[in-house]
Antibody, heavy 118, light 109 residues
Framework: QVQLQESGPGLVKPSETLSLTCTVS?????????WGWIRQPPGKGLEWIGS???????YYNPSLKSRVTISVDTSKNQFSLKLSSVTAADTAVYYC???????????WGKGTTVTVSS | EIVLTQSPGTLSLSPGERATLSCRAS???????LAWYQQKPGQAPRLLIY???SRATGIPDRFSGSGSGTDFTLTISRLEPEDFAVYYC??????????FGQGTRLEIK
C-alpha cells in the first residue's frame, strides 16, 4: 500500500525559504509516475504547485515557477519542495501526492501546515 | 489557462437525496483529463472519479461522473451521512498543467 508523508518546519519567517520533504513508502519512486505538491491556504481551495518525474523532469505552476524548486532523491525514496521568498500568502497546508501524469492525484499525504510569520 | 468554475458554491440536501454538482471549464477539456475529489475537514482530498466517469478504487457506486467538453457533473445517487464534504474538480491541460475548481460544499439540510 502506497503511503506518502510530508515533513518539514511548521513555521517559516517572511522572505526565507520553505523546505518540505515527502517520503514515499510501499512504492519505489524509481518505478515511475510523477510526484506532486499541492497546497491549500486556510479556508480556501487547492492549488497545484508542481510535479516531478523520477528522472528529474519537472512541471511547475507558472504563478509560482520563479520561486519553486522540486527535486527527487530516489536513493531515499523522497521528493522535496523548496519555495523561496515566502510571504504570509504562502501560509497553507502543503500536500504531496502521486501524480498520474497530470490526469489525477490518486494517493495523498495527510498534509503539513506551514505558517509564514516572524 | 483553463479555469474551472464549480456550482453551486454550497448545496444543502438531506441524507437519501440525490446530489448533482457541476464543473464548467472555460475551454474544452479532454474527458480523459477531468477528475473529482472529496475532502472532509482536516483530511487530505480523496480521489473519487478520473477520466470524467471512472470510479477510483474503493469508491461506492453511488458516485458517478459524466460530461464532456466544457461541462462535467458529479452525481451522488443517494446521499449517505459520510458524503457531506467539499468536492473539487481538477483538469489536466497545457499551462498550468493542473488546475482545480474552487469547490462545492455539500452540507446537511
Amino acid at each position: 500500500q502506497v503511503q506518502l508523508q510530508e515533513s518539514g518546519p511548521g513555521l517559516v519567517k517572511p522572505s526565507e525559504t520553505l523546505s518540505l520533504t515527502c517520503t514515499v513508502s510501499g512504492y519505489s519512486i524509481s518505478s515511475g509516475y510523477y510526484w506532486g505538491w499541492i497546497r491549500q491556504p486556510p479556508g480556501k481551495g487547492l492549488e497545484w504547485i508542481g510535479s516531478i518525474y523520477h528522472s528529474g523532469s519537472t512541471y511547475y505552476n507558472p504563478s509560482l515557477k520563479s520561486r519553486v524548486t522540486i527535486s527527487v532523491d530516489t536513493s531515499k525514496n523522497q521528493f522535496s519542495l523548496k519555495l523561496s521568498s515566502v510571504t504570509a500568502a504562502d501560509t497553507a497546508v502543503y500536500y504531496c501526492a502521486r501524480d498520474w501524469f497530470g490526469e489525477y492525484m490518486d494517493v495523498w499525504g495527510k498534509g503539513t501546515t506551514v505558517t509564514v510569520s516572524s | 489557462e483553463i479555469v474551472l468554475t464549480q456550482s453551486p458554491g454550497t448545496l444543502s440536501l438531506s441524507p437519501g437525496e440525490r446530489a448533482t454538482l457541476s464543473c464548467r471549464a472555460s475551454q474544452s477539456v479532454s474527458s480523459s483529463y477531468l477528475a473529482w475529489y472529496q475532502q472532509k475537514p482536516g483530511q487530505a482530498p480523496r480521489l473519487l472519479i478520473y477520466g470524467a466517469s471512472s470510479r477510483a478504487t474503493g469508491i461506492p457506486d453511488r458516485f458517478s461522473g459524466s460530461g464532456s467538453g466544457t461541462d462535467f457533473t458529479l452525481t451522488i445517487s443517494r446521499l449517505e451521512p459520510e458524503d457531506f464534504a467539499v468536492y473539487y474538480c481538477q483538469q489536466y491541460g497545457s499551462s498550468p498543467r493542473i488546475t482545480f475548481g474552487q469547490g462545492t460544499r455539500l452540507e446537511i439540510k
